[in-house]
């Protein structure tokens, strides 16, 4: 009889470290997603100029390639359900807004797009999230008119 108690003991024990370790891990993931989701969302419905979006456009490529996020034959990074990241910018063309990603900005040239931009103001308009990891998957931004 003894024998049996101590067995479930152990085995109560047991199930409950691997449940309470279970729950740290978990806590220590919400905080990290916290934390990143966090230098993103801090420029949701807020204007910026252009010289911040380029900062953002060169964080978000450096952590696609951090994750090893592959590109397409155009070189456009692939959206994955768990840590892709893109950003889209809408300028004003003829009083229409035209969308490009993030990329073809890259394509074109960076410093192009601050010597004409860095002075427009730009209003992060859409912000989305990974369904699996809840992470930041897109953010849109849009030129506002001055």
């Known amino acids: 009889m003894k024998k049996i108690v101590a067995i479930f003991a152990i085995v109560i024990i047991t199930l409950m470290l691997i449940i309470s370790v279970s729950l740290v891990q978990n806590n220590k993931n919400l905080a990290n997603i916290k ?3 966090k230098q993103y969302e801090e420029y949701y419905k807020k204007v910026l100029y252009g010289t911040d ?3 953002l456009i060169n964080k978000a490529t450096n952590e696609n390639i951090k994750n090893n996020i592959e590109k397409d034959e155009k070189g456009y990074f692939i959206e994955n359900d768990l840590d892709s990241i893109k950003i889209e910018i ?3 063309y003829n009083e229409k807004l035209i969308k490009y990603p993030m990329e073809t900005l890259t394509k074109v ?3 192009g797009f601050v010597q004409n931009f860095n002075l427009i103001k730009f209003k992060c308009t859409m912000i989305d999230y990974h369904e699996a990891t809840k992470k930041v998957r897109s953010l849109t931004f849009e030129q506002i008119e001055e």
Do not use: D, M, S
Request: glycine fraction near 8%.
């Open 109 to 111: 040239g960076l410093e």
């Open 35 to 37: 934390t990143y989701n």
């Open 90 to 92: 809408k300028l004003l």
């Open 53 to 55: 979006v380029i900062t």
